[in-house]
Nanobody, 113 residues
Framework: QVQLVESGGGLVQPGGSLRLSCTASGIILSAYTMGWYRQAPGKQREMAATITSTGRTNYAESVQDRFTISRDNTKNAVYLQMNNLKPDDTAVYYC???????WGQGTQVTVSS
């Protein structure tokens, strides 16, 4: 059974940092373009960042220059380093291959004073 587990979320103050992790079981991620998505309260889910199998990255304008997506194929994992966090970054964050329809539980990120 395929399972993705997101972790690393939490409560931080504006300007703080978090590093999210996504680990997979039941499937090898190396050949997939992977993405981090987020859904804020009352809003539609949106793409935050993607990374291809060769390491090419793409970011939503709202997170560009603040977030960094990366992957480690030896660990079958994808990461999202989030710096200079803003209250508008508050959301549940999910990882997923771009072509998949499966969504996991996600990890909550709350940015507040």
């Amino acid at each position: 059974q395929v399972q993705l587990v997101e972790s690393g979320g939490g409560l931080v103050q504006p300007g703080g940092s978090l590093r999210l992790s996504c680990t997979a079981s039941g499937i090898i991620l190396s050949a997939y373009t992977m993405g981090w998505y987020r859904q804020a309260p009352g809003k539609q889910r949106e793409m935050a960042a993607t990374i291809t199998s060769t390491g090419r990255t793409n970011y939503a304008e709202s997170v560009q220059d603040r977030f960094t997506i990366s992957r480690d194929n030896t660990k079958n994992a994808v990461y999202l380093q989030m710096n200079n966090l803003k209250p508008d970054d508050t959301a549940v964050y999910y990882c997923k291959a771009t072509i998949w329809t499966y969504w996991g539980q996600g990890t909550q990120v709350t940015v507040s004073s």
